[in-house]
Every structure is written in C-alpha cells, then in structure tokens.
C-alpha cells in the first residue's frame, strides 16, 4: 500500500484526456487499492487517477463517513442524466481550501467496469451524484474551477500559486469565493 502524491491546481497535468483502461491487471489493481487509500487518508470522498498523473480511466468514490461503500470504477460513463441541475458545494484535493457552488444534473445513470472486469450500472442523486461527475471530469481533463468565473479562476491561481511559495500561508482557512 502507498499513499500517492496528489497533482494541484494549476498544473497542467491535470488538463490531460485519460485512456480507457484494456485490461485489469496487477498494475490497475494496485493503483486502484493505492488511490482508495490516499483518497481516505486525505481525507475525500472521491479521486481520479488523473489526480495522481496516471491517466488512465479509473477513478474511486466513497461518500460513507464510516468508509462502508468503495466504489471503484474503470472507464465510467454517463448513460443518462436529469434535465433538472442542482447547485451544491464543491471541493476538490487538487484545489486545497477552495470552495464553491457548482451547477450539475441532479441525478445521473452511470455505467463502468469493476477490478472483477464485470460491467455495472447505478443511479446516483445527491452527494454521489456530485462527486461521480466531479471525478469523471477530471478523467477529460476538468477541473470543477473551469465552471467558474474568470475573476474567481484568477483569484483561486494567485491564492494557490502563493500558498506554494509560502507553505503555511493562507490555505488554513477555507476561502469561499
Ligand atoms: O473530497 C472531495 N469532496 C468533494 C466535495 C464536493 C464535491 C466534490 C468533491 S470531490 C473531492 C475529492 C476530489 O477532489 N476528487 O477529485
Ligand atoms: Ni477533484
């Protein structure tokens, strides 16, 4: 087990399109058990593979408090999605201490393939449904930033771009922009 370094914002890293995976093997089994571990030990509730620069179509949700429901999904995809969207709070562990509300459908239906190689479907609302299409962007290179303005983009650049300068700067306190 390992915990994996996590790329932030803006590094262009994150800006790359994953590749389907082909074939689950030792290599997809253990990035996948590595990313589940550096996800809660974050903690989140959600990491893509882009994330931790392997782009590749992987990516591992779990919303539990309690760590009961890993969800890990190879090459998800949304089959279907509510014409009614939802405005909720977004974070993300590639843009530390910022928050802010996002416009998404309501619910989605998603289809992937588990570390089984079997293929599953499930409905998601609520918070599930967020942090699936959350971490699906990340997989085409999104991330939840480029949903707002300009003025907050730049704003969100400065702080991080700061931050990293000046490591125990500012990222204290969460920043509602
Ligand atoms: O941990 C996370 N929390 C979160 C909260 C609201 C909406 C999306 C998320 S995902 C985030 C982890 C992360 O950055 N995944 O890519
Ligand atoms: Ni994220």
Known sequence: ?????????????????????????????????????????????????????????????????????????INPE????????KLVQEGCLSVPGMYDEIE???????????????SIEFEAQGLLSVCVQHEMDHLDGRVFVDYLSRLKQSRIQQKLIKAQRQPTDSLEQPTRL
């Not at 949304?78 to 969207?85: A, F, G, M, Y």
């Open 104 to 118: 998404r459908p309501d619910w989605v239906r998603i289809r992937a393939i588990n570390l089984d190689g079997q």
């Open 78 to 85: 949304r089959l279907e999605h509510s014409p009614q969207t």
């Open 1 to 73: 087990m390992a915990l994996l370094n996590i790329l932030q914002y803006p590094d262009p890293r994150l800006r790359t399109v994953a590749r389907p995976i082909v074939e689950i093997d030792a290599r997809i089994k253990t990035l996948a058990r590595d990313m589940a571990e550096t996800m809660y030990a974050a903690p989140g509730i959600g990491l893509a593979a882009t994330q931790v620069n392997v782009h590749e179509r992987l990516i591992v949700v779990d919303i539990t408090e309690d760590h009961s429901d890993l969800r890990i999904l």
